[in-house]
């Protein structure tokens, strides 16, 4: 590798503000690539793995054929160990996967990270392979004068100084077969900041650990261990499997001897983070994924080796094989990541298999945290720094509640198969749960969650704000349900569909039927449903104006306008002596009157 230091110019640059000038390190280096190729194997969508497309020009198709290969490490059993390996034994491979730790990192997160690495070593035995990973302190200069971080022939997990919450886990492969050369895993030294957050607004309510602004060195090394295995599983080329947490009912996440034993997810390649399902006298119940059954089973399909497979042609067949063997199981069913799920089995931060159910016990554990808050995050001479920054945590995960159940309505299951599999890959959210979810909307989000305004908080973190806090969480939920792509899918699952599905109007007048209780039952309207009321009627309206054509030649126009009109008159009916709500009501008329008769 070649080190050498380069300068830029440019604005704004912590180097030198003065010359406006930035001097950087940087290191390059050049690999040659396996003179002895390893076989590769085809990708199938239905098992997570990272994949490399190449174009074939030479096959038989009249097109221009395109392949897809997974990316893994190059493991084989050594040649005195191949007939043991072929009936069953587990054996060393010839080069087993080795991560050194950045002599960078601070001694005391090395164990964990090490630990997260080795949690591997249980699934590559699934595919026949024992200490087919394993992670080692760097050497010293006296052992190795030629040893760096940034040599290529070494997988690092590096260690960064920075304020980024996060971490990473890229890999360099060979673009001919998807054999992986190498790996650094980058964790940020303030993702352990991301997990405090994550793991107090989870688990607090049940879990002293998590009472407190800073964990015991104990607690956190167990979380950087979790997300160090998470990242490591990247580097063996599996992506984020959103689909794994909704294979368990949720009441099992309840159970000691269940989540001892399952974990709180099939895969730790899942966003399942922490279990906020778990109530207050559960027991001891596991808080935290491990390297599951999915994990064992994808290693094993990527990296098992077949003795009368020559090709990846052969491969296929048997891998179609374990895949057909698990098919219709949900703790084998790999979920794709999307930016905006479609699919509520596949959602991100999530847990179990009934968003509605699992978000009512988070939020529940979540009004347990509240009252306690000032307490568990307060140290003697420090400012409230901490309890607004755990205040801001909890609201966060509750908007993460509110969207998981919001994707249920006008929600498509994708559940990816091939032709020699009968049933289908796309398939409708039920009526009964659409409407559930919007029911659970209507409680929980429409029904001012008086519980997250607690004055105690609000007077030592903010001069104002509660009452636009609490707008812009039922705003954001108003939008999600309405938005053109969701209204587009409601509408195709009622032509598909008839009287089985959800339909628009449907939901129409289920949001309208708590948004506007008070105008139907004739009650005052207080400050905070005011504020829904009025953003409820000005998104009605901006759907209205939507100049997407999907959108504006449908129904949905249609549909909108004339439940518009029906609220205008349900306005016109409403007569009350309260003076703020009278004055309410002439301002949503005058709003409808200009949607309809623009000056």
Excluded: C
């Excluded at 950087?24 to 003179?35: A, F, H, I, K, R």
């Excluded at 997260?116 to 050497?139: M, R, S």
């Excluded at 160090?228 to 309840?254: F, I, K, Q, W």
């Excluded at 009627?537 to 009109?565: C, E, F, M, P, Y």
């Amino acid at each position: 590798f070649v080190k050498h230091v380069l300068t830029y110019t440019g604005t704004n640059l912590p180097d030198n503000q003065i010359t406006g000038t930035l001097s950087v390190e940087m290191t390059q280096n050049l690999v040659l690539l396996p003179t002895n190729l390893m076989q590769a194997r085809f990708f199938d969508p239905r098992v997570s793995y990272f994949s490399i497309q190449q174009t074939d020009y030479s096959s038989d198709d009249q097109k221009a054929s395109r392949k897809r290969l997974i990316t893994r490490w190059r493991l084989e059993p050594k040649p005195e160990d191949r007939e043991k390996y072929f009936r069953g034994e587990l054996v060393e491979p010839v080069k087993p996967i080795v991560y050194y730790i950045d002599p960078a990192t601070p001694e005391k997160w090395r164990p964990y990270l090490m630990q997260g690495v080795n949690d591997w070593q249980k699934a590559f035995e699934a595919a026949g392979f024992k200490n087919a990973i394993t992670a080692k302190l760097p050497p010293s200069k006296e052992e190795d004068p030629e040893w760096s971080p940034e040599d290529v022939r070494y997988s690092v997990i590096r260690y960064v100084s920075t304020d980024i919450q996060n971490a990473m886990g890229p890999h360099v492969h060979d673009p001919r077969t998807g054999e992986i050369i190498e790996s650094d895993i980058i964790w940020y030294h303030n993702v352990m900041n991301l997990l405090r957050a994550w793991f107090f607004t989870q688990t607090a309510a049940i879990n002293p650990d998590a009472r407190s602004p800073k964990f015991r060195d104990e607690v956190m090394g167990r979380l950087i261990r979790f997300v160090a295995a998470h990242e490591v599983g990247h580097t063996l080329g599996l992506p984020h499997n959103m689909g794994s947490s909704s294979a368990y009912p949720v009441d099992s996440l309840r159970s000691p001897l269940f989540t001892k034993k399952m974990g709180t997810a099939p895969s730790i390649m899942d966003y399942a983070r922490f279990n906020y399902v778990a109530q207050p006298g559960d027991g001891d119940v596991g808080l935290m994924p491990d390297i599951g059954p999915y994990d064992k089973w994808s290693i094993n399909f990527g990296y098992r080796l077949f003795k009368d497979a020559a090709s990846p042609e052969a491969e296929r067949v048997i891998l179609n094989q374990l895949i057909k063997e698990k098919a219709g199981d949900p703790v084998y069913r790999f979920g794709r990541q999307r930016g905006l799920p479609t699919d509520p089995s596949a959602q991100t931060e999530d847990l179990g298999d009934n968003a509605v159910k699992a978000s009512e016990y988070g939020i529940k554990n979540l009004k347990k945290i509240i009252p306690n808050l000032i307490q568990w995050t307060g140290e003697d001479t420090k400012s409230f720094e901490e309890l607004k920054e755990f205040y801001d945590a909890v609201i966060g995960q509750f908007n993460r509640y509110i969207g998981h159940v919001t994707a249920n309505v006008g929600g498509v299951y994708e559940f990816y198969k091939t032709y020699d599999e009968a049933s289908p890959i796309y398939s409708h959210v039920s009526k009964e749960r659409q409407k559930e979810a919007v029911q659970f909307l209507n409680e929980q989000v429409f029904r001012t969650p008086l519980w997250i305004a607690d004055q105690q908080i609000l007077n030592r973190v903010e001069e104002y704000g509660n009452t636009e806090r609490i707008r812009n969480i039922q705003e954001r939920t108003i939008n999600q349900i309405l938005s053109k792509e969701r209204l587009l899918r409601i509408q195709e699952n009622e032509a598909l569909y008839g009287v089985k599905a959800y339909k628009l109007s449907e939901l129409m007048d289920d949001l309208t039927s708590e948004i506007l209780s008070e105008i139907k039952s004739k009650k005052a309207v207080d400050i905070y449903r005011r504020n829904l009321q009025r953003t409820y009627l000005d998104i009605l309206g901006n759907t209205l104006k939507q100049t997407d054509n999907a959108a504006k030649n449908s129904d949905i126009t249609a549909i909108v306008r004339a439940h518009i009109r029906k609220i205008d008159a349900l306005l016109k009916a409403y007569i009350i002596a309260d003076v703020s709500s009278t004055y309410h009501k002439d301002d949503l008329r005058n709003r409808i009157r200009d949607l309809f008769e623009p000056k």
